[in-house]
């Protein structure tokens, strides 16, 4: 964030004490979003000696024009506080409010008390640079913050956490709300280093996007109202042609829900047509529980898996198809691995591969190399390990580095699946998707995600808009459910049968739509 700061500075004229000016109107905006009557609150405000200390100064100095009572308390003497911050300490004692000086453990235990009486505490201690952890005076202010009955809302991180890292290194401050500038860091959406940081707040604090790029900012928390520009418009005249077809390839003997949930999702996620491909076993009991779903009964195997020798039936069917999904339930016989890997090589469409089509490329990621046409992979821990070759284990622990990798060397999009789902892209962004929750670690719900993906894809959606809306609002539908149902018993139905609310939660219907479905209900 410091490099981000001085290019801003050197390169495009904006000086650092404006961004902290913004950085610290940007926290009282959000403070007053978290509780709406900050006057009748006792607020203390901890601050710190660097940049983080400075941006609680403009805050304190905004509180006090606002009317709105607080105490300050300065960790460190004020001969130590430097170029921006001072210049905003300044200003805040010349208005008579002076911050506290605490710096050695008996002035601290005299202040202590404050922490009692305080309905709000604001921590601007220390920022995101910390490089070791934090000992002495301000590891027994951490515990006693910890300690308190207050809000605590953090500026930047919590005291306590590096910005390069989110393992939680020492004691470190447990936020109720964290306040960040532009984009999210590590600590901010892996655990375990997230759980200290509460509900985050991302704020934009007048970083030029040229700033913010050269110096590759590259993590992003998927946001709601990014996201909802990115869904298709209806228009009034359209008709299932307009919105795409799909072709889903999967299911096989005894794993018949695979292919049906993938095709009933990507027909909620919008598309007008779906094709499920399954072996010829499958296809009468397909069609009386997914009537919607248009079917194509392929050779089977012995075993009831779809068999190489529909290879050509199967790359007819893709003429006409806008994306294609492949691997819900098709298991790893080897026939079926060898279609799969010649349809994913022929295809001129988009492709999403999940469960049994990723598996198709354990330990020879390198065959998905070299595809001209958008490709999307959605593993859980367990497939990516067979894929790179290594263990869950491994990919548990390196979630980050081993997706950016992944989707960079290989020019796709990469999804793995997991608390905080991640969305790689070839460019080496990564997404990280908030909604979702423990509930949703269950048989049926990574199908459902897939035709979700496919059927945004198939409607014309780019690449990874599709990705990522199917992401987050895979995770919302996942949300209302278990808000209906709890989480034990949530299954991957009502993960579909949340998911129009989600799509409401979204994107709320305009004017013209509600006033349309209005005199439709009427005049029915």
Same mark, same amino acid.
């Given at each position: ?46 601050c ?66 404050l ?17 070791r ?21 953090a500026i ?49 604090? +007048? &970083? !030029? ?5 050269? %110096? *590759? ?6 946001? @709601? #109202? ?27 003997r ?43 009964g ?11 020798? +529909? &290879? !050509? ?5 893709? %003429? *006409? ?6 691997? @819900? #339930? ?6 079926t ?21 990723v598996?198709?490329?354990a ?5 998905l ?29 390196r ?95 009502d ?5 129009p609310?989600?799509?409401?939660r ?19």
């Amino acid at each position: 964030m410091r490099r981000i700061d001085r290019r801003a500075a050197r390169k495009f004229g904006v000086p650092e004490i404006v961004l902290m000016e913004n950085a610290g109107l940007r926290v009282l905006e959000t403070l007053q979003r978290i509780d709406g009557d900050l006057k009748s609150r006792a607020i203390l405000v901890l601050c710190g000696r660097g940049n983080n200390g400075g941006d609680a100064f403009v805050l304190a100095r905004h509180l006090h024009n606002q009317g709105i009572l607080f105490t300050a308390i300065l960790f460190g003497h004020r001969r130590d506080v430097h170029g921006s911050a001072a210049i905003n300490l300044r200003a805040l004692e010349r208005l008579g409010e002076a911050p506290r000086e605490v710096t050695g453990k008996g002035e601290w235990r005299a202040a202590r008390e404050l922490l009692e009486r305080s309905d709000l505490i604001v921590d601007g201690i220390l920022g995101t640079g910390l490089s070791r952890p934090v000992e002495g005076l301000l590891a027994s202010v951490i515990e006693d913050v910890n300690d308190a009955r207050a809000v605590v809302v953090a500026i930047d991180v919590p005291s306590g956490l590096s910005g390069d890292t989110h393992d939680i290194p020492g004691p470190c401050i447990r936020a109720d709300h964290t306040v960040t500038f532009v984009r999210p860091k590590l600590p901010h959406v892996l655990p375990p280093a997230e759980e200290m940081c509460g509900r985050v707040h991302v704020v934009d604090i +007048g &970083l !030029p996007n040229e700033a913010v790029a050269a %110096e *590759g900012a590259d993590l992003d928390l998927l946001q @709601p #109202g990014e996201l909802a520009p990115l869904l298709p418009k209806r228009r009034s005249d359209s008709h299932k042609g307009d919105y795409g077809h799909a072709l889903v390839i999967a299911g096989s003997r005894g794993k018949g829900g695979a292919a049906r949930l993938a095709a009933l999702g990507a027909l909620r996620a919008g598309c007008g047509l779906v094709t499920a491909a399954v072996p010829r076993g499958l296809q009468a009991g397909f069609v009386s529980r997914a009537m919607e779903v248009m079917t194509e009964g392929l050779p089977e195997t012995a075993d009831g898996t779809l068999a190489e020798s +529909g &290879l !050509p039936r199967l790359l007819a069917l893709l %003429e *006409g198809k806008q994306a294609v999904a492949i691997g @819900p #339930g098709l298991t790893t016989h080897p026939e079926t691995t060898r279609l799969v890997r010649e349809v994913v090589r022929r295809a001129r469409v988009p492709v999403v591969l999940d469960a049994d089509g990723v598996n198709a490329f354990a330990g020879d990621g390198s065959l998905l190399s070299g595809r001209k046409r958008p490709l999307i992979l959605t593993p859980h821990p367990g497939e990516m390990g067979r894929l790179l070759g290594t263990s869950s284990r491994e990919v548990q622990s390196r979630r980050l580095p081993l997706a950016r990798a992944f989707a960079r060397t290989h020019h796709c999009h990469l999804v793995l699946k997991g608390y905080r789902s991640l969305v790689a892209t070839p460019a080496g962004k990564v997404h990280v998707n908030p909604t979702g929750n423990p509930g949703m670690a269950t048989g049926g719900s990574g199908d459902v995600l897939t035709g979700l993906v496919v059927g945004l894809l198939a409607q014309g959606i780019e690449v990874s808009a599709a990705a990522r809306l199917g992401v987050y609002l895979h995770g919302l539908a996942g949300d209302l459910a278990a808000a209906e149902v709890g989480e034990a018993p949530l299954i991957a139905r009502d993960i579909l049968r949340s998911f129009p609310a989600a799509l409401l939660r979204l994107k709320p219907p305009r004017a013209n739509e509600r006033t349309d479905a209005r005199s439709a209900r009427r005049t029915g």
